[in-house]
C-alpha cells in the first residue's frame, strides 16, 4: 500500500520568510513524488516533480529515501505562493501507475 | 487548445437520483482519473482506465459507475447507492504508464445533494 502524510493543514508565514511544507511517503518500492498546487478559483496544477530535481517558482524539494520524506522549500516566501499544496506519489499498481495524494497543506503568505 | 473539460461546472442532485459527471479530453493520453476532493481529506481516487472499454475501481469506488468508450470521455455516473455524495469531483488523464510526467487535471464539479 502507498500513503502519502502531510502533517500540517494549515500554514501561515510573513512574505520574505523561509517556508517548508512537509511530506512524508510509505511504499515498498521506488517512488516518484509530485508537488501539486491549487490557488485559488484554478485548477490543480504540478508544480514539480522529484525525477527532474527542477525549481519551479523557486521552489524545491529532495527526495530523503532515508527519512521517506519529500518536502517542499522555498527561502522566501512571496504573496502569490498562497495556495494549497499536495504531495502525491506515483506507485504502480500492476500496470498501472497512480496517483496517491497526501490531504493537502493551506499556505498563507502575510504581507 | 488541449486540455480536460469537465461539466457541468455545478450540479445539484435529488436523494435518490442518479447523476452524470463529463469528463472529455483531447491530450491524447491514454489514461484516466476520476478524484473526489473533500476538505481535510486531500483527493481520493475512485475509478481509473488505462484504455478504452477496461477500468478499475480505486480506493472509494462503492456507489460510482464509469464507462470507457471512447479514449476522449470517461464519465462519471454518482448512483444512489452513494451514501454522501456531495464533494467536488476532479477528473485527470496521463499517458499511460506516465507518472513520470504527472497528470492533467480539470476544474471539477461540485454536486450537491439537495
Known amino acids: 500500500a502507498q500513503r502519502v502524510t502531510q502533517p500540517e493543514k494549515l500554514l501561515s508565514v510573513f512574505k520574505g520568510a523561509p517556508v517548508e511544507l512537509k511530506c512524508n511517503y510509505s511504499?515498498?518500492?521506488?517512488?516518484?513524488l509530485f508537488w501539486y498546487v491549487q490557488y485559488s478559483r484554478q485548477r490543480l496544477q504540478l508544480l514539480l516533480r522529484?525525477?527532474s530535481r527542477e525549481s519551479i517558482k523557486g521552489f524545491t524539494a529532495d527526495l530523503n529515501k532515508g527519512e521517506t520524506s519529500f518536502h517542499l522549500k522555498k527561502p522566501f516566501a512571496q504573496e502569490e505562493d498562497s495556495a494549497m499544496y499536495y504531495c502525491?506519489?506515483?506507485?504502480?499498481?500492476?500496470?498501472?501507475?497512480?496517483?496517491?495524494f497526501g490531504s493537502g497543506t493551506q499556505l498563507t503568505v502575510l504581507p | 487548445d488541449g486540455g480536460i473539460t469537465q461539466s457541468p461546472k455545478y450540479l445539484f442532485r435529488k436523494e435518490g437520483q442518479n447523476v452524470t459527471l463529463s469528463c472529455e479530453q483531447n491530450?491524447?493520453?491514454?489514461?484516466m482519473y476520476w478524484y473526489r476532493q473533500d476538505p481535510g481529506q486531500g483527493l481520493r481516487l475512485i475509478y481509473y482506465?488505462?484504455?478504452?472499454?477496461?477500468?478499475q475501481k480505486g480506493d472509494i469506488a462503492e456507489g460510482y459507475s464509469v464507462s470507457r468508450e471512447k479514449k476522449e470521455s470517461f464519465p462519471l455516473t454518482v448512483t444512489s447507492a452513494q451514501k454522501n455524495p456531495t464533494a467536488f469531483y476532479l477528473c485527470?488523464?496521463?499517458?499511460?504508464?506516465?507518472?513520470?510526467?504527472?497528470?492533467?487535471f480539470g476544474s471539477g464539479t461540485r454536486l450537491t445533494v439537495v
Open positions: 485527470a488523464s496521463s499517458i499511460a504508464r506516465g507518472g513520470s510526467y504527472g497528470y492533467t
Open positions: 511504499y515498498s518500492g521506488s517512488p516518484e
Open positions: 522529484h525525477i
Open positions: 502525491a506519489l506515483s506507485g504502480s499498481s500492476g500496470s498501472a501507475r497512480q496517483l496517491t
Open positions: 491530450l491524447n493520453h491514454d489514461a
Open positions: 482506465s488505462q484504455i478504452v472499454n477496461d477500468f
